[in-house]
């Protein structure tokens, strides 16, 4: 499976709307959603034929039988996540536990158990050929790193081999990223014309290129602030990163997305800027994937 | 009597699930019109704070995280600390024993059981805190090093540094761990919210986090135009109390991209973030009352 990936450094960018667009433009067979802490590409794909629910369950969380504890806090001198609550009997705060099973080796009567938990609902949606991967993160359990990787898991096992899938990502450059970029062919950064943007543009670069994906950038909103637009592109100049193009503010879009349909289908400034950095990027991910 | 005391201490989390709704634009500005007030980043993948608030620094920290290395002249092989690891950041190929540091939680089990002594703890870092004044406020942010996946223990850093009167607490978006541990440190939370279905997902989904953590909270919205909003729609449904709204200006939006804090370029935005303050001043006394 090849693999598409938009990502961006700041939120709000611009990801989604620039996924939906490419899903709808290449009618992409396979798609997936890896921002699982905050999904909603779902929101603007339309319905689906047949949908497939699983939860995934992380890491067992470690418990303790009050009936058992001693008290002796041992449990709570090695815990290094804070996750071990003193009291008359002790308790383990489960949002704070990240199931190294440490308290269990310590506890001296075998009062410490683990028992596995939810951490997330993945989710298979089918129309025709097309296949679509998302989850949603069950609040307060932390561990999307894990839960991206079995939604790229569940795109690829249900897909053919030669497929180009296209990868919604989160912000940031933490776990959840670089669970996303593993095995990308490509990460089409969505940059906005701010020095917040910038910055964090600068950072997703460098995060991508450490595990050695290949980057692109676009500009979104390009025209709120054409000079630090005009800065980002010199940046990439410098940087050898191919700039694929800039993208106008363009209510049309938002309303579109907010009625739940693809700016693909819009004839807008946005659209059509979007239909030619679609073009490019193709062209981008082509030389890349001969090399 | 004891009505009439009000709280100093007060720590605000500004809030959003999803990411551009304004959560720094909020947190910057109103610690700003605070003056007298602590400013935490704790966006501490993307920090974005101090392109406003241009602090000097006082004090930069390098923060570190235990990981384990292993003496191979000690090490048999014997495999009870990659069985016990429950990340699976240690594997034995032939006799080498093999320590995946981007994968480890540091969590320091694997050192206890080896029965040879052959691992030990070497402190690696992780990031930077800084600690600085933008003006009469103080600016703390911390930056993760690129690579690195989790940024809890910076956020922890963060929190230990000592801070008193009104911290307003410039979130990370999603509701992952980070935020999580944000909010846990929060009296108050300020749900910045969008006028998208996207913001109105999010903000549900960061609101049951909240819940979860049992935190009173209530909600802004941002970049309001005519016509529907989605975030409105939630925040009414569930009873949400709503603060304000900030409508969408063209002319804010180019402010913010160029670096510059609101209130201190336009006497609007100064009155509008003054009088916002005092809301969630209150909003958050209510509550703390209760």
């Known amino acids: 499976m090849h693999q598409i990936l938009i990502l961006s450094g700041k939120g709000g960018t611009g990801k989604t709307t620039v996924a939906s667009t490419f899903i709808a433009l290449s009618q992409a067979k396979a798609y997936a959603d890896c921002d699982v802490d905050a999904p909603n590409l779902h929101l603007v794909m339309g319905s689906f034929t047949k949908e497939q629910a699983s939860d995934y369950f992380g890491l067992p969380k470690a418990m303790i039988d009050s009936?058992?504890?001693?008290?002796?806090?041992?449990?709570?001198?090695?815990?290094?996540?804070?996750a071990v609550i003193p009291g008359p009997t002790y308790r383990i705060d489960p949002i704070a536990c990240e199931g190294c099973t440490y308290c269990l080796h310590v506890c001296p009567v075998g009062a410490i158990s683990t028992k596995p938990v939810k951490v997330g609902d993945l989710k298979l949606y089918e129309r025709g050929e097309e296949r679509?991967?998302?989850?949603?993160?069950?609040?307060?359990?932390?561990?999307?790193?894990?839960?991206?990787?079995?939604?790229?898991?569940q795109l690829k096992d249900n897909t053919q081999e030669t497929e180009v899938a296209i990868l919604d990502g989160s912000p940031g450059i933490g776990c959840p990223v670089i669970a996303s970029l593993a095995g990308v062919d490509l990460a089409l950064m969505v940059a906005e014309p701010s020095v917040s943007a910038f910055s964090d543009l600068k950072r997703v670069i460098s995060s991508a290129r450490q595990l050695q994906v290949p980057v692109a950038v676009v500009v979104n909103k390009y025209d709120m602030n054409p000079t630090i637009c005009g800065e980002i592109e010199v940046f990439c100049f410098k940087e050898g990163i191919p700039f694929l193009g800039k993208i106008p503010y363009d209510g049309q879009v938002i309303a579109a997305l907010n009625k739940g349909e693809n700016p693909a289908c819009l004839n807008s400034p946005a659209s059509n800027a979007l239909k030619r950095i679609y073009n490019e990027t193709l062209q981008v991910w082509k030389e890349h994937v001969r090399q | 009597m004891l009505d009439f005391i009000m709280p100093t201490d007060r720590t605000i989390a500004v809030l959003s699930g999803k990411g551009g709704t304004g959560k720094t634009l909020v947190s910057v500005n109103l610690a700003s019109v605070a003056q007298r007030a602590t400013y935490?980043?704790?966006?501490?993948?993307?920090?974005?704070?101090?392109?406003?608030?241009?602090?000097?620094?006082v004090q930069e920290e390098v923060i570190t995280?235990?990981?384990?290395?292993?003496?191979?002249?000690?090490?048999d092989g014997c495999r009870i600390c990659s069985k016990a690891c429950a990340f699976n950041a240690l594997a034995v190929i032939g006799k080498q024993l093999l320590i995946f540091d981007e994968i480890c939680h540091s969590c320091g089990l694997c050192m206890h059981l080896c029965p040879n002594h052959a691992l030990a703890e070497v402190q690696k870092p992780l990031g930077v805190v800084r600690k600085g004044n933008s003006g009469t406020i103080t600016f703390l942010s911390?930056?993760?090093?690129?690579?690195?996946?989790?940024?809890?223990p910076l956020i922890k850093a963060l929190m230990r540094e000592k801070h008193s009167g009104l911290t307003i607490i410039d979130s990370p978006p999603g509701s992952g761990c980070l935020v999580t541990e944000t909010i846990s440190h929060a009296d108050f939370c300020l749900l910045v919210a969008e006028p998208t279905i996207f913001g109105a997902h999010n903000l549900a989904m960061v609101h049951e986090l909240v819940m979860l953590l049992?935190?009173?909270?209530?909600?802004?919205?941002?970049?309001?135009?005519?016509?529907?909003?989605?975030?409105?729609?939630?925040?009414?449904?569930?009873?949400?109390?709503?603060?304000?709204?900030?409508?969408?200006?063209?002319?804010?939006?180019?402010?913010?991209?160029?670096?510059?804090?609101?209130?201190?370029?336009?006497?609007?935005?100064?009155?509008?973030?003054?009088?916002?303050l005092k809301e969630v001043e209150d909003a958050s006394d209510t509550h703390s009352q209760r």
């Open chain 2, 142 to 152: 911390a930056e993760m090093r690129i690579g690195e996946s989790s940024a809890v």
């Open chain 2, 65 to 75: 995280v235990g990981k384990p290395v292993v003496d191979q002249n000690l090490c």
């Open chain 1, 67 to 82: 009936d058992l504890c001693t008290a002796c806090s041992r449990c709570f001198a090695v815990c290094r996540f804070d």
């Open chain 1, 132 to 153: 679509f991967s998302t989850a949603t993160l069950t609040m307060g359990s932390g561990t999307t790193g894990k839960l991206v990787s079995e939604v790229k898991k």
């Open chain 2, 214 to 276: 049992k935190k009173p909270c209530a909600v802004l919205l941002n970049k309001t135009q005519d016509g529907e909003n989605p975030s409105l729609a939630y925040a009414k449904t569930h009873n949400l109390q709503i603060l304000g709204s900030l409508p969408y200006d063209q002319d804010l939006a180019r402010l913010t991209s160029d670096g510059l804090v609101a209130n201190q370029e336009s006497e609007k935005y100064h009155t509008y973030f003054s009088l916002l």
């Open chain 2, 40 to 57: 935490i980043d704790c966006d501490v993948e993307e920090p974005n704070g101090h392109l406003f608030l241009k602090p000097s620094y």
